[in-house]
T-cell receptor
Framework: AQSVTQLGSHVSVSEGALVLLRCNYS??????LFWYVQYPNQGLQLLLK??????LVKGINGFEAEFKKSETSFHLTKPSAHMSDAAEYFC????????????FGDGTTLTVKP | GAVVSQHPSWVICKSGTSVKIECRSL??????MFWYRQFPKQSLMLMAT?????????EQGVEKDKFLINHASLTLSTLTVTSAHPEDSSFYIC?????????????FGQGTRLTVV
């Protein structure tokens, strides 16, 4: 069994400020973890993924996330928010034996204020 | 990364009719495809998993007779919403994993917005 909890359904930051989106997971087997971004009426774009290699994962658009097994967390960060980062963000977990069978968190809406 | 294409991007149909959504892997062989449903302002919920040439495995609570899934080839899976009703209106997204992709992620289609009137 697996599940994802995204703390904070809405996060608002000022342009240039740090972005921190929180994700905690549970999994009965070693997990793969993903962060996706979704713009209105569009599919998902993969930002980054953890697949049991380096625990600090760098993704596209300046995002990164750190896998912390002891905390069962995979928080997403970006040092400096840009207006174009405003979107919906989803954290997802899959078993490492079936990367496609993902369980998604409820999502976090990121608002970036000028 | 690998490309998955969904068609149509949006569709409007009358209540009681059926509608088919296609999901194609354009540059890899998709041994497994997944179908998700997303209601407005909500997360993605897995509906079913299909392996090429096999019957789909449906998640609990998903009506297999209503949501018909076919995965007859390594590049195409289809989801048919039969006798659609307004409550079936939703955003449907497919994803795929396959050979030669390292099997460490799924690749998502761009989604299909279904509106039943």
């Amino acid at each position: 069994a697996q599940s994802v909890t995204q703390l904070g359904s809405h996060v608002s930051v000022s342009e240039g400020a740090l972005v921190l989106l929180r994700c905690n997971y549970s999994s009965s087997v070693p997990p793969y973890l993903f962060w996706y971004v979704q713009y209105p009426n569009q599919g998902l774009q993969l930002l980054l993924k953890y697949t049991s290699a380096a625990t600090l994962v760098k993704g596209i658009n300046g995002f990164e996330a750190e896998f912390k097994k002891s905390e069962t967390s995979f928080h997403l960060t970006k040092p400096s928010a840009h207006m174009s980062d405003a979107a919906e963000y989803f954290c997802a977990v899959s078993p490492n034996t079936n990367a496609g069978k993902s369980t998604f968190g409820d999502g976090t809406t990121l608002t970036v204020k000028p | 990364g690998a490309v998955v294409s969904q068609h149509p991007s949006w569709v409007i149909c009358k209540s009681g009719t059926s509608v088919k959504i296609e999901c194609r892997s354009l540059d890899f062989q998709a041994t497994t495809m997944f179908w998700y449903r997303q209601f407005p302002k909500q997360s993605l919920m897995l509906m079913a998993t299909s392996n090429e040439g096999s019957k789909a495995t449906y998640e609990q609570g998903v009506e297999k007779d209503k949501f018909l899934i076919n995965h007859a080839s390594l590049t195409l899976s289809t989801l048919t919403v039969t006798s659609a009703h307004p409550e079936d209106s939703s955003f449907y997204i497919c994803s795929a994993t396959g050979t030669g992709q390292g099997n460490t992620e799924a690749f998502f289609g761009q989604g299909t917005r279904l509106t039943v009137v």
